[in-house]
């Protein structure tokens, strides 16, 4: 009987469980280097052009290297373009500015904590150190900021900082800027990677692409069924980066990591958000940590589709400085500064869709004044926010009794001034003071979308992605939503762009 490694184990592995979830052996080419002809050659090849792989170009071209960024869709960053440009940035010459005291220990704290203790810590740790750094590394290539410190759900402190333009667009915009005015770097779109090349001995040489691909938003998964393109091949001299971001919008993989994603669910990511590139990373051998863990976000609203407009009216005021509560009795029913997972997971016990009955989030006037105009202008004009001259009016309006939820706004303003929420224990410190006491009052309707897939492949603290044998395989490097661990089973709100970035700026060093 013949001997199998345990790395030849792992990968046999991963393409039985692929072949099972219904990607066959057919589907599955194996690129020997042997057997390809490369049609051109760069130092690095990175696969997505969000957070991650913009970063990573940058300081892969610092050193010297010439690099290729490929994108499957038609325009650059994925979900990082649409991302709410929120940054955690622990330590930071905001929180000292504005007297907030922080520390290493308590950023991983308070990851660990919403990770339910599956993070993998000395990932959480880099991203303390290097915070700082990355964010600076932002703001030399144009990136902007408001002069305003966030305080997202789940962290003890204001840590936060929040994008001039209020998106992730206005970190991915001038990162792709400053990309494609570099010497020796192209940011090619409409190129989709199908599978890595390898050499004999399993090291990333190259990759498969497509050119000229045009992605179907109507298939069910764009990377088992879509052939369209011209296959083509890459070198890639001394590696690839994986940068290509979670699988929340393919409804085939996601069902099967978490059958309640359903293909109806909405979702707020981009719908090239597939898992092609990760199924392909991982029948080279690829560590897979965590894929079944999916994070679904609280500040969404059903009345409008995709990622929406509403979140930072949810997030910044009605949760911070406001309420949630029950339509059908006017009572709340969470701790509305909890991590993600917690409110979302409360959320979802009060939702009767069958009847259109969602969560009514609410805050006064006084803390509809906190917001960026636009994140409350913008979401009126499209109706999915609405100003009610007083609370009888809003629970009309939402179908629910008034006189209960007159009892929980005067229950809940009696928290704050006590300092100590008695019912849900909300951190009242943090919500400066405010009741919901001035008219007007602002509320939406709310309800969890399918938004952050928490697994990947696993890297090591140099971005190295490993195998079963926890060693690097030799030329692959990944970064971001693709990769699992770090935030274990539900990422604190406003980490997704340090992880991002730094992560690919770490690759891009290493590489």
Known sequence: MSKVS????IKFGAVSVLATSGVYASDMPVFRDKDVKFDEEWDVVIIGSGFAGLAAGIKANERGNKVLILEKMGRVGGNSVINGGIFAV?????QKKNGVKDSKELFISDCVKAGLGL????????????????????VKHGAKYLDKLLLEGGHSVPRTYYTENTSGSGIV??????????QGCELRTRCKFDEF???????????????????????FSDDKENKSGERKFIKAKKGVVLASGGFCSDKFFRKLQDPRAVPEFDTTNHPGATAGALISALKVGALPVQIGWIQYIPYKCPDEKGNGITSKFASQAAFR?????????GKRYMNELADRKI???????????????YPINLCDSVAAAKLVESDLANPMKNGVIMKFDTLADLAKHYKMPAGELEKTVERYNEFVKKGKDEDFDKPIKLTDGITISQAPFYAMRGAPKLHHTMGGVKINTKAQVLNIDDEPIKGLYAAGEVTGGTHGASRLGSCAILDCLTFGMIAGENI
């Not at 345990?6 to 184990?9: A, I, N």
């Open 197 to 219: 090349v390898t050499d004999e001995n399993g090291a990333i040489v190259g990759v498969a692409v497509r050119n000229d691909y045009k992605f179907d938003k109507n298939l």
């Open 173 to 182: 915009q001038p990162l792709a800027e400053t990309f494609k005015n570099l």
């Open 119 to 138: 993070n993998h810590v000395e990932l959480l740790g880099i991203l303390a150190d290097r915070a700082v750094d990355t964010f600076n590394f932002t």
């Open 6 to 9: 345990r790395r030849d184990f």
């Open 343 to 357: 409110r979302a997971d409360a959320m979802f016990r009060i939702i009767d869709a069958k009847n259109d009955s």
């Open 90 to 94: 622990p330590n930071s010459e905001l």
């Open 321 to 329: 400085y406001g309420i949630s509560v029950d339509p059908k009795t």
